[in-house]
């Protein structure tokens, strides 16, 4: 069973970092596409960035420039770098895994993370 473990969320300033941190347990993350979607109150569920079984890497435009998602194969994590944070990035930040190849859709990600909270003021 994969189970998906976020952390690194928090409350900053515009213009401060944060970076956070999916653990995969129960199953090696390069067998997935990973994503990070982030979910604003009254907003639908966005993809922000993922990282296909190549190594490939995707990010939305809001983010592109600031945001960067990479691997950790030696603890098995997939990690999302957040620079220049804004306001408007604040939201409840998901992992997810896809087995069926990458999509923009959150229908086709099996597994999912708990949630982290990001606030920028």
């Known amino acids: 069973h994969v189970q998906l473990v976020e952390s690194g969320g928090g409350s900053v300033q515009a213009g401060e970092s944060l970076r956070l941190t999916c653990e995969v347990r129960g199953a090696t993350h390069s067998k997935y596409c990973m994503a990070w979607f982030r979910q604003a109150p009254g907003k639908d569920r966005e993809q922000v960035a993922h990282i296909d079984t190549e190594g490939r890497t995707w990010y939305g435009d809001s983010v592109k420039g600031r945001f960067t998602i990479f691997q950790d194969n030696a603890r098995n994590t997939v990690n999302l770098q957040m620079n220049s944070l804004k306001p408007e990035d604040t939201g409840m930040y998901y992992c997810?895994?896809?087995?069926?190849?990458?999509?923009?859709?959150?229908?086709?990600?099996?597994?999912w993370g708990q949630g982290t909270q990001v606030t920028v003021s």
């Open positions: 997810a895994a896809s087995n069926a190849g990458f999509s923009f859709d959150p229908g086709v990600y099996s597994e």
